[in-house]
């Protein structure tokens, strides 16, 4: 147990402090509403070793009832929230690397380090001065999560119980790039009827390559919204290998916290 500890702290470690260098050097972007686009998000041979480690398909819950239903009649989406529980059903090699890497998302050094990137926005919805926004509470619950074809999300601000998604991206190779999140804006000249890209317009798209990710600040309100989504994964896209380290206003049991 002491040598599986001492292990996950230095995997801890090593990603942190590489996570925090990447943050601190990748400037932010205020429109459509403040975001940050991560490059070389994990030091590489950690990267690797997470493609090579990650848990069986047998250990994913099935998502929410709206993922179901693809061609075959299969949930389109599955998860594996890093939890201890969860974490305590791995051989002892993934415990180590999944449990440092749980314990780096959500340590709260991560967490002031995404804040005050993403000051400008905190502050407009907390109403408080940018230097304090580090100081907001936010609990990290890292997940990872699987998406095949069928799967799709339309574009939505996120629920105000979140704070801050922060989404890295897990895709082995570059052949899954057009495979991104998007973010959007409101049509000036909206269609009511028909499909929701009648009423949205793409601002941009992140391209789905390996070791990057996005956070952004979740605004929900009449003035500010933070919409974004996934057009339908397309016949031959693969799997949609993904990690959502969204902070939440409130912890959730089985977590650790980022307060």
Request: charged share 20%; with cysteine; proline share 7%.
């Amino acid at each position: 147990m002491g040598t599986l500890i001492a292990s996950c702290r230095k995997v801890t470690s090593r990603v942190l402090d590489h996570l925090i260098q990447r943050i601190g050097c990748t400037p932010a972007v205020d429109e459509p509403f403040s975001h940050i686009y991560l490059e070389e998000v994990i030091p590489v041979d950690y990267y690797e070793r997470l493609l090579g480690n990650l848990p069986g398909l047998e250990l994913y819950n099935q998502a929410a009832e709206r993922h179901y239903g693809n061609a075959e009649g299969k949930y389109v989406r599955s998860m594996f929230a890093l939890t201890q529980a969860n974490l305590a059903r791995l051989p002892a090699e993934q415990q180590e690397l999944w449990g440092g890497i749980a314990a780096a998302l959500t340590a709260p050094e991560l967490k002031r380090a995404v804040f005050t990137k993403l000051a400008k926005d905190l502050a407009f919805r907390y109403g408080v001065p940018e230097p304090q926004v580090g100081e907001i509470g936010g609990h990290a619950r890292p997940t990872l999560y699987r998406e095949t074809e069928g799967f799709e999300i339309p574009p939505h601000p996120d629920t105000r119980k979140k704070v801050v998604t922060m989404h890295l991206y897990l895709p082995p190779d570059r052949s899954q790039l057009h495979l991104g999140t998007g973010l959007y804006r409101r049509s000036w000249l909206p269609r009511p009827f028909g499909h929701w890209t009648n009423r949205f317009v793409k601002v941009k798209q992140f391209a789905f390559q390996p070791n990057s990710g996005y956070a952004f600040v979740v605004n929900n309100s009449l003035t500010k919204k933070s919409w974004h989504g996934r057009e339908t994964l397309p016949a031959g896209a693969g799997a949609r290998n993904t990690l959502l380290n969204a902070f939440y206003d409130t912890p959730r049991e089985g977590f650790r916290e980022a307060v």
